[in-house]
């Protein structure tokens, strides 16, 4: 089915469309909501939460081509998962530069990235949403300050040091 009629069956609250759309974006979303909240029960409270949002809401959407509609779901994950963390009072976060890692070519690509995973995971949860956010998701240091309620340099500076804690880990793994 296209994506097009798809959305539209949801408008018009169709089960089995909006069945099709939970399914069709459950994995993506839910490793989105997990590099935010890394306790899993939690993550999936809150992709249940934005599912439930976008079904509640996807009359708001206006259909511009492929890939707009999976970039509008993962805002409604992102914004969630926001929400939650706010709720547990974590948003009093800061971070300055972008991690660039380098990529191997490799049958290795699967542990680093499982491993890179881990490290981020281990990240003091306010280093963890900005590091997501800026690094993952392209927000802008002043987007991620509105969407947070800090300032934009506490934004640098907790990037800065969510960098400089996955550099040390990432050394003392490669050390092992």
């Given at each position: ?19 099709m ?38 009359h ?73 956010m ?17 300032s ?5 500076s ?19």
């Amino acid at each position: 089915m296209k994506e097009e009629n798809l959305i539209n069956l949801c408008k018009q609250n169709d089960q089995q469309a909006q069945s099709m759309v939970y399914d069709q974006y459950y994995n993506t979303m839910l490793h989105t909501c997990l590099r935010y909240i890394p306790e899993t029960l939690e993550a999936e409270d809150a992709l249940i939460e934005g599912f439930t949002k976008v079904f509640r809401k996807i009359h708001q959407f206006e259909y511009r081509g492929k890939g707009s509609f999976s970039g509008w779901i993962k805002r409604v994950m992102v914004n969630e998962c926001l929400m939650i963390l706010r709720k547990k009072q974590v948003n009093k976060v800061d971070i300055d530069h972008l991690i660039k890692l380098d990529s191997s070519n490799g049958a290795d690509d699967d542990i680093l990235y499982e491993e890179l995973l881990n490290l981020i995971y281990n990240l003091p949860k306010g280093y963890r949403t900005v590091f997501n956010m800026y690094v993952i998701e392209g927000y802008s240091h002043k987007e991620i300050g509105e969407k947070l309620g800090i300032s934009e340099n506490t934004s640098k500076s907790q990037l800065s040091k969510a960098r400089s804690s996955l550099i040390k880990s990432l050394a003392q793994h490669e050390n092992r």
